[in-house]
């Protein structure tokens, strides 16, 4: 289970990748979740991007978000 850190670096990653710490506790985790991978860039610079797995993890909160904000 992910922290809500981890949940937060992950929409991150998504949304504003460039905003990442490459070498964080919480990308580190994700990592090894296989969640988001890093893109090594021709400056020399890691890149996080999600991969087919987080991206499932992402799709999968937001229907349970959107199913929870309709029963609301």
Do not use: Y
């Amino acid at each position: 289970m992910l922290s809500h850190h981890e949940i937060s670096t992950l929409l991150l990653v998504q949304r504003s990748p460039a905003e990442v710490n490459a070498l964080g506790l919480d990308t580190a985790v994700l990592r090894h979740e296989w969640l988001i991978e890093m893109e090594l860039l021709m400056t020399g610079h890691a890149f996080p991007r999600l991969t087919s797995k987080g991206l499932e993890v992402l799709t999968r909160l937001n229907a349970s978000c959107t199913h929870q904000m309709r029963r609301e």
